[in-house]
């Protein structure tokens, strides 16, 4: 069964940085692409950043300059570091495995907070 297990949500200053972790469970084979979206209040679920088993990346152009994603295949971990953090990034920060067209899963979650 896959799991995913996301940490280093937290209250920040705006300016400041911090960096997400998504840890899958459960998986023999690669994943073909990672990624993390959010979900402020009232608002639809969005991307922010995916990457591909083979180093591709796709950022939204909200972040683009200050957040990074990354992952180790051999752990099957991807991160996302936020730098420069704006109040406009709070939100709460999924992560989501996609395997194909119609097969992925989402994490539970974590709280991105950023005070101005």
């Known amino acids: 069964q896959v799991q995913l297990v996301e940490s280093g949500g937290g209250l920040v200053q705006a300016g400041g940085s911090l960096r997400l972790s998504c840890a899958a469970s459960g998986i023999t084979l690669s994943i073909p692409v990672m990624g993390w979206y959010r979900q402020a209040p009232g608002n639809q679920r969005e991307l922010v950043a995916t990457?591909?088993?083979?180093?591709?990346?796709n950022y939204a152009d909200s972040v683009k300059g200050r957040f990074t994603i990354s992952r180790d295949n051999a752990k099957n971990t991807v991160y996302l570091q936020m730098n420069s953090l704006k109040p406009e990034d709070t939100a709460v920060y999924y992560c989501k495995v996609t395997f194909g067209p119609a097969s992925s899963r989402w994490g539970q979650g974590t709280q991105v907070t950023v005070s101005s």
């Open positions: 990457i591909t088993s083979g180093g591709i990346t």
